[in-house]
T-cell receptor, first 113, second 117 residues
């Protein structure tokens, strides 16, 4: 079956530091890949997505590139802010899965001033 | 983007009582909605797929008689936690997608934090 593995947190960074959160996946065919963000006490919000190999999703300074050869979709940001503190989830949607998502374990990011 | 509204956002109930959580698609019709559960500091686990006009499909290990799902219309799915116990305390989140194929986006409700005392 499909699965998503992402680095365990928490990740603690100082403001303006570079962020990488690793995500790898296992799936048959050509899944779509997503990063969701969950701020404290809130539901999930879509951060970015990529639907085919070599696509780069980007939003709010975050980027992730769909790498089929390494089955990865690592999240990066060049300069994090305190307001980026949240839990980040990598997810995939397989072919014919409708809108059902398979999530990674989540990575908590804490950014200190 | 499309909006999914979940209500209530939090609820505290006594052990043994039942709690109903609503998930509405506000500006689109959703033939399928998904219910997830999130334990503290853990990921979301799919509980069930709610299908409009038919029975829900439950994931392995999820008690269908305890977590009753009703999807009576194209814009509303409800999850009822029956005879709640403290171990049912969790964050429940629903999602729905705008129909249109494999590349449609899933939109999430705000989540419901259930505390059973």
């Amino acid at each position: 079956g499909n699965s998503v593995t992402q680095m365990e947190g928490p990740v603690t960074l100082s403001e303006e530091a570079f962020l990488t959160i690793n995500c790898t996946y296992t799936a048959t065919g050509y899944p779509s890949l997503f990063w969701y963000v969950q701020y404290p006490g809130e539901g999930l919000q879509l951060l970015l997505k990529a639907t085919k190999a070599d696509d780069k999703g980007s939003n709010k300074g975050f980027e992730a590139t769909y790498r089929k050869e390494t089955t990865s979709f690592h999240l990066e940001k060049g300069s994090v802010q305190v307001s980026d503190s949240a839990v980040y989830f990598c997810a995939l949607r397989g072919n014919n899965a409708g809108n059902m998502l398979t999530f990674g374990g989540g990575t908590r990011l804490m950014v200190k001033p | 983007g499309a909006v999914v509204s979940q209500h209530p956002s939090w609820v505290i109930c006594k052990s043994g009582t039942s709690v109903k959580i609503e998930c509405r698609s506000l500006d689109f019709q959703a033939t399928t909605m998904f219910w997830y559960r999130q334990f503290p500091k853990q990921s979301l686990m799919l509980m069930a797929t709610s299908n409009e006009g038919s029975k829900a499909t439950y994931e392995q290990g999820v008690e269908k008689d305890k977590f009753l799902i009703n999807h009576a219309s194209l814009t509303l799915s409800t999850l009822t936690v029956t005879s709640a116990h403290p171990e049912d305390s969790s964050f429940y989140i629903c999602s729905a997608g705008v129909p249109g194929g494999a590349n449609t986006e899933a939109f999430f409700g705000q989540g419901t934090r259930l505390t059973v005392v």
